[in-house]
């Protein structure tokens, strides 16, 4: 753009100033108090363990299973995966 017209101008102006706006409130923001991190269940990875088993299972088509992927279920055609429903 050779010669921006003033509305094309003004326009970047008010984008630039939106930005700088928009870090400002990150840079000049109060700090929360540091708080001591609380102690965390070790029993928790159990549950992510089981949603992760879970995802795998019905995620990947092992050979000779009979389990269909969600992706043949949802993206491709209706019938695909009557059979195994």
């Not at 326009?11 to 930005?19: D, F, Y």
């Not at 870090?23 to 159990?46: C, N, Q, Y």
């Amino acid at each position: 753009m050779s010669n921006p017209t003033p509305i094309a101008l003004a326009t970047l102006a008010s984008v630039v100033l939106c930005w700088i706006f928009f870090a400002g409130i990150f840079l000049l923001r109060k700090r929360p108090a540091k708080v001591t991190e609380a102690k965390r269940d070790s029993f928790a990875s159990l549950g992510l363990f089981c949603r992760w088993l879970a995802t795998s299972w019905f995620s990947f088509n092992l050979p000779g299973s009979h389990s269909c992927r969600l992706s043949q279920l949802f993206l491709e055609s209706p019938g695909s995966c009557s059979e195994y429903l």
